[in-house]
C-alpha cells in the first residue's frame, strides 16, 4: 500500500502544473491546484497508514 | 535546451553585498543550534556520534554540493536551462550550469553571495534528517545519504526555487502573486529536510524497545535539556541572519525592511513557544522542555518563508499555530502512527515549513500568491518525497541504514567510534533492553 501512496503524489503534482497550464481563469485555476495538493496529501495519506506496524507484529 | 538570459535583476550596491556577507557569516549558528539539539535529543551513549555525524555530514553534502549539485543548482552565472513548453510558456525544470563553480570568482558578488546561501542551505538539509536517525542510524549511511541529497534532491528545488527555475517564475508565466515565495528555505530547506527525515525513520525504523508488542511507546527522554535549549537560543541568532540575507539575496528587499524581518522571525518564534507552552501545559499539568524547544524551533522555521513578507501580528499568529500543532503532531506520529523520530524534525521542520509556505500564500497580499504557494508545496512534496524514499531505499541495500542490535544496545559512540562523549560518567542501564 505504501507503494502504491507514492505513486500517487506524483500524480497530484501532475496535476498543479496541468492546471497552470490548461486553466487561464484564477478561479478554476485555484480550484484545479487544491485537487492536485489534495490527491498529494491522499498519497501521503495512504503512505504513512502503509508503513504502520501491524498490531502486534515483531518489532526491534 | 535554451540557454539563460542574463540575471535581468538590478546589480546590489556594496553596501548591500557587504551587509549580505556579513549575514551568511552569522547564518552557521542557525545550523549549530539545530546541531546542539539533535545531539540533547538523543542518548548519552550516541553524543559524540551524534555530534561528528552533523559536522561529517554537513562536510559531505558541501563536497557532493561542489563536486555535483552546484552544476544543476542554478545560482550561478551561465549555463542551460531544459523547459517544457506549454501552454504559450516556458516551464524550467532543470539547469545545467558550469562545473566545479568554474568561473564563479569572476562572477558579480550577488552570485557568488547566492552560491554560499546554497552551500549553507544543503548542510542545513543534510542534517536535518540525521537527528531522526538518532541511536541507530549509522554514520557511514548518513554520510551517504547526505551526498546524494546534495548531489539530486536539493539541487533540483533550489533551482526551482531560487535559481530562476519554474517556481520562481510563477508570478511572471502565470500571473501568480511574486511567483514561490521562499526566501528563507521553508520548503528548500526545512520541508525537503523534514521530507529526508520521514524516509529515514521509515527506513531505519524505531529504536529497539521504542514499541513494545503491548501497550503504548516506551518514553525515551533525551539526554541533555541544556543542550536542547541551549540549541534553540543559538539558533535563534543564525535564523535572524538567515532570514535577513534570504530576504536581500532573492526578494531584493531594501535594507529598511530588515529589521522588520527579523522582528517578524523573533515574534513567530516566541508565539510558537508561548502557544506549545501552554498546550504542554494544559495537558501534561506542566510544561515540558523539549516540547517547548521543538515549538520555538518550529516557529523559526514557519517564519522562514513569510518573516519578510507579513505583518508583525501575522507572524505572531503564523507562530502561534505553528506551536500548537506542534506537539499534537510530536505525539500523534510517536503514538498512532508508530513514527519514532527523536528529534521531532518530521513535525518541526517538515510540518512547521508547510505551515510557512502556506502562510505566506495567505498573509502576502498579491493576488494569486496563494496557489502559487500551493503549486509550490506539491511540486516539493508530492515529487521530492517519493524521490527521496526511492534513493534512500536504493541506498540502504548498498549501506544499511540501521545499526547491528548490538551496537544499539552498546551505543553509537562506543560502536562507531570507540570511545564514549562522557567517559568519566557511569552511564546506567537502559531499562528498555529488559
Known amino acids: 500500500m505504501k507503494y502504491a501512496g507514492l505513486l500517487v503524489m506524483p500524480a497530484g503534482f501532475f496535476l498543479t502544473v496541468a492546471a497552470l497550464v490548461l486553466f487561464p481563469d484564477p478561479v478554476q485555476r485555484l480550484a484545479f491546484v487544491i485537487c492536485g495538493v489534495a490527491v498529494v496529501c491522499l498519497g501521503l495519506v495512504v503512505t504513512v497508514r502503509g508503513h504502520i506496524p501491524a498490531r502486534g507484529a515483531t518489532r526491534p | ?434
Open chain 2, 1 to 434: 535546451m535554451t540557454p539563460i538570459p542574463p540575471i535581468a535583476a538590478a546589480p546590489m550596491s556594496d553596501v548591500e553585498v557587504a551587509l549580505s556577507f556579513a549575514l551568511l557569516l552569522v547564518c552557521p549558528l542557525a545550523i549549530a543550534g539545530v546541531a546542539l539539539i539533535n545531539t540533547g535529543l538523543g542518548r548519552s551513549r550516541s553524543a559524540a556520534q551524534a555530534l561528528l555525524g552533523n559536522l561529517a555530514l554537513a562536510s559531505v553534502a558541501a563536497i557532493a554540493f561542489v563536486l555535483v549539485g552546484a552544476s544543476f543548482a542554478g545560482a550561478e552565472p551561465g549555463g542551460w536551462a531544459l523547459a517544457v513548453h506549454a501552454g504559450g510558456s516556458a516551464l524550467e525544470f532543470f539547469h545545467i550550469g558550469p562545473p566545479f563553480l568554474r568561473g564563479l570568482a569572476a562572477a558579480a558578488p550577488q552570485a557568488q553571495l547566492a552560491v554560499l546561501f546554497q552551500f549553507l542551505s544543503v548542510a542545513f538539509v543534510a542534517l536535518i534528517p540525521w537527528g531522526s536517525g538518532a541511536d541507530r542510524w549509522r554514520l557511514p549511511a548518513g554520510c551517504a545519504s547526505a551526498a546524494v541529497v546534495a548531489a539530486v534532491v536539493f539541487p533540483a528545488v533550489a533551482y526551482w526555487t531560487w535559481g530562476g527555475g519554474w517556481l520562481a517564475r510563477l508570478g511572471v508565466n502565470f500571473s501568480l502573486g511574486a511567483g514561490f515565495l521562499d526566501a528563507g528555505g521553508a520548503g528548500s530547506v526545512h520541508l525537503l529536510g523534514g521530507i529526508c527525515a520521514l524516509a529515514v525513520v521509515w527506513i531505519a525504523g524505531p529504536r529497539r524497545g521504542k514499541f513494545p508488542k503491548e501497550g503504548l511507546s516506551t518514553a525515551m527522554p533525551g539526554h541533555s535539556a541544556v543542550y536542547v535549549l541551549f540549541g534553540c537560543m543559538v539558533a535563534l541568532v543564525g535564523w535572524l541572519a538567515w532570514n535577513a540575507a534570504g530576504a536581500i539575496l532573492w526578494l531584493r528587499a531594501p535594507l529598511s525592511a530588515l529589521p522588520i524581518t527579523a522582528i517578524n522571525t523573533l515574534l513567530s518564534a516566541s508565539g510558537a513557544l508561548a502557544t506549545t507552552f501552554s498546550v504542554t501545559r494544559f495537558r501534561f499539568g506542566k510544561p515540558d522542555a523539549s516540547l517547548c524547544a521543538n515549538g520555538w524551533l518550529a516557529g523559526l522555521v514557519a517564519s522562514s518563508a513569510c518573516a519578510a513578507v507579513v505583518s508583525p501580528i501575522a507572524a505572531l499568529f503564523i507562530g502561534g499555530v505553528a506551536g500548537v500543532f506542534t506537539p499534537l503532531l510530536v505525539e500523534l506520529l510517536e503514538l498512532a502512527l508508530s513514527v519514532d523520530d527523536p528529534t521531532g524534525a518530521v513535525t518541526v521542520h517538515g510540518a512547521a515549513g508547510l505551515w510557512g509556505l502556506l502562510a505566506a500564500g495567505v498573509f502576502a497580499s498579491q493576488p494569486g500568491q496563494f496557489a502559487a504557494q500551493l503549486v509550490g508545496i506539491a511540486a516539493i512534496l508530492g515529487l521530492m518525497l517519493p524521490l527521496v524514499y526511492l534513493l534512500f531505499s536504493i541506498l540502504n541495500r548498498l549501506v544499511p541504514f540501521r545499526v547491528d542490535p548490538d551496537g544499539e544496545r552498546i551505543g553509537m559512540d562506543l560502536h562507531e567510534l570507540g570511545g564514549g562523549a562522557y567517559p568519566e560518567f557511569v552511564i546506567h542501564r537502559d531499562e528498555s533492553y529488559r
